[in-house]
């Protein structure tokens, strides 16, 4: 098993919808969590963290449950500049990330 | 550009020749990481520096890749005897250890794409 798991996608969705992801991980001691973004080609780049009661910013909401190991990312409002790949990211405390595959997100007009 | 840069961009190599990497990172950041990254996959992490010291090796670092960063600033990653499976992107990053906060940001650098004929 994956010590990250994420659905690869790709996600299709129009200009303005809201999407939404998830990924799951096995190591109970994780004790960071993250949502990269990487465009085609490009280095990943940290869109934000994940905190236990929840955290937003602007149209990204991203939620962890830690007694599930789930962590989430909202997309509201999405837009064509939205496109790229959304990693999934745990740090186990030892400043070694833990990448997921990524989901593809597609959004077009 | 004050970010992490890598050299090369891009390298192709036959099956068996020795390759080499560099990564400069942040200026006052003391911790670099080396991540490599197949095709559809997310990076996984390969090794890690605090300054001059290595402090961690994954599994996935065998005999043939060795790693350095003799004055705590920049660092090397060479491939000896490279295979057709090295090929991948390999990724640089840094980080700053600041007294006081849990975690600290890691910055990637734009990667090196290696080709092994």
């Known amino acids: 098993r994956k010590e990250v798991e994420q659905d690869p996608g790709p996600f299709n969705v129009p200009e303005g919808a809201t999407v939404a992801f998830n990924c799951t991980y096995s190591n109970s001691a994780s004790q960071s969590f993250f949502w990269y973004r990487q465009d085609c080609r490009k280095e990943p780049k940290l869109l934000m963290s994940?905190?236990?009661s929840g955290n937003e910013d602007g149209r990204f909401t991203a939620q962890l449950n830690r007694a599930s190991q789930y962590i989430s990312l909202l997309i509201r409002d999405s837009k064509l500049s939205d496109s790229a790949t959304y990693l999934c990211v745990v740090d186990t405390g030892f400043q070694k990330l833990v990448f997921g595959t990524g989901t593809r997100l597609l959004v077009s007009p | 550009d004050t970010g992490v840069s890598q050299d090369p961009r891009h390298k192709i190599t036959k099956r068996g020749q020795n390759v080499t990497f560099r990564c400069d990172p942040i200026?006052?950041?003391?911790?670099l990481y080396w991540y490599r990254q197949t095709l559809g996959q997310g990076p996984e992490f390969l090794t890690y520096f605090q300054n001059e010291a290595q402090l961690e090796k994954s599994r996935l670092l065998s005999d043939r890749f060795s790693a350095e960063r003799p004055k705590g600033s920049f660092s090397t990653l060479e491939i000896q005897r490279t295979e057709q499976g090295d090929s991948a992107m390999y990724l640089c990053a840094s980080s700053a250890r600041l007294a006081g906060v849990f975690y600290n940001e890691q910055f990637f650098g734009p990667g090196t794409r290696l080709t092994v004929l």
């Open positions: 200026s006052e950041h003391n911790r």
């Open positions: 994940v905190y236990s």
